[in-house]
């Protein structure tokens, strides 16, 4: 079946405008995950949806950023009045949860650049 | 609070050359582990996982790690590195039913011919 997809793979935006990055995940999965990875650094968490839930927003790191997952599906993540210091690879993950095993399967990401 | 610790951000070793990524962690209740693996310009992708059972877990391309709970520890492990074995590797947990994973900064193996 197919993975986890994202769009677009690459986006090249000038600074203070806004961005929505997407995210489909596997058919089925009830869990999806958004980090950020910059450069020469690891992976940083940024919001995470189970199911029906209240979304996990611990980790975004500032207003600007926000993230929806409708009908439990698809994720758009959005930046708002995006900074040089956005610019990053934004990865997308799912997971099937206990029936999986927590096994995490991730998107190739959408690298972000802010001119 | 949990937390995942991988202390060499980087680690060079030779071909053929035996190889261990350090992976600590901190959990206050039960925890899952994994290790990922991140090839130069690609997502990621699970290398192995520890869920129970057996402590010695293996997974692809003749990788092993070993869950050590009193060390809480979770080493990766490879006898003989290839160059293609060269990526970025992340330790990641999973604790208390809960599904939001914690990963580690990651370690660059890096593979001298």
């Known amino acids: 079946g197919a993975g986890v997809s994202q769009s677009p793979s690459n986006k090249v935006t000038e600074k203070g405008k806004d961005v929505e990055l997407r995210c489909d995940p596997i058919?089925?999965?009830?869990?999806l995950y958004w980090y950020r990875q910059s450069l020469g650094q690891g992976l940083e968490f940024l919001i995470y949806?189970?199911?029906?839930?209240?979304?996990?927003k611990s980790g975004l790191p500032s207003d600007r950023f926000s993230a929806e997952r409708t009908g439990g599906s698809v994720s758009t993540l959005t930046i708002q009045r995006t900074q040089q210091e956005d610019s990053a690879v934004y990865l997308c993950?799912?997971?099937?949860?206990?029936?999986?095993?927590?096994?995490?399967?991730f998107g190739p990401g959408t690298r972000l650049t802010v001119t | 609070a949990q937390s995942v610790t991988q202390l060499d951000s980087q680690v060079p070793v030779f071909e053929e050359a035996p190889v261990e990524l350090r992976c600590n962690y901190s959990?206050?209740?039960?925890?899952?582990l994994f290790w990922y693996v991140q090839y130069p310009n690609q997502g990621l992708q699970l290398l192995l996982k520890?869920?129970?059972?057996?402590?010695l877990v293996k997974g692809i391309n003749g990788f092993e790690a070993e869950f050590n709970k009193s060390q809480t520890s979770f080493h990766l492990r490879k006898p003989s590195v290839h160059i293609s074995d060269t990526a970025e590797y992340f330790c990641?947990?999973?604790?208390?039913?809960?599904?939001?994973?914690?990963f580690g900064t990651g370690t660059k193996l890096q593979v001298i011919p």
């Open positions: 520890y869920l129970s059972g057996s402590t």
């Open positions: 058919s089925g999965h009830t869990a």
């Open positions: 990641a947990l999973v604790s208390g039913g809960y599904q939001k994973v914690t």
């Open positions: 949806f189970q199911g029906n839930s209240a979304p996990d």
């Open positions: 993950a799912s997971s099937h949860g206990t029936v999986g095993g927590y096994e995490q399967y």
């Open positions: 959990s206050s209740v039960s925890v899952y």
